[in-house]
């Protein structure tokens, strides 16, 4: 009787810490996925941009809330900044309403993860519009 007493005490404190194992083992709350620095091409309207311009997009990824920057190499369109994406499934979709070039002006990003790359399409202002795409680095 004492041995199966023994025996079950073992196995309750085994199982108790495996659960906090496996607790501190879970990721926080959100998905992580979009978090980082990615780097790409943008390929817009040939009279605003000279060739296709690189770009950096940097996404922070917090809980429920997508922030980040998109800075590319044609001064054009300098930088913008975003800090109401949305993720949904394997998409981001994202909304400026800061622009350097038209101040006010609406820009509109909308992209699919696919491993390392996302992949989307932008239009500003509904004036421009274009593709781009970036790989995680």
């Known amino acids: 009787m004492l041995l199966l007493i023994f025996a079950l005490s073992i196995l309750a404190?085994?199982?108790?810490?495996?659960?906090?194992?496996?607790?501190?083992?879970?990721?926080?709350?959100?998905?992580?996925?979009?978090?980082?620095?990615?780097?790409?091409?943008?390929?817009?309207?040939?009279?605003?941009?000279?060739?296709?311009?690189?770009?950096?997009?940097?996404?922070?990824?917090?809980?429920?809330?997508?922030?980040?920057?998109?800075?590319?190499?044609?001064?054009?369109?300098?930088?913008?900044?975003?800090?109401?994406g949305k993720v949904q499934g394997d998409s981001i979709f994202f909304e400026v309403i800061q622009s350097t070039i038209y101040p006010g002006a609406r820009v509109k990003f909308s992209g699919k993860v696919f491993n390392t790359v996302i992949s989307g399409a932008w239009n500003h202002s509904r004036l421009h519009q274009g593709e781009w795409s970036v790989s995680k680095n």
């Open 13 to 84: 404190c085994g199982k108790s810490s495996s659960g906090n194992d496996g607790a501190a083992n879970t990721p926080p709350p959100g998905d992580h996925r979009f978090s980082g620095t990615w780097q790409g091409s943008l390929i817009g309207d040939p009279a605003h941009f000279i060739g296709n311009p690189a770009v950096t997009l940097v996404l922070n990824y917090s809980d429920t809330l997508l922030t980040g920057t998109l800075a590319t190499s044609d001064s054009a369109f300098t930088t913008v900044a975003f800090n109401n």
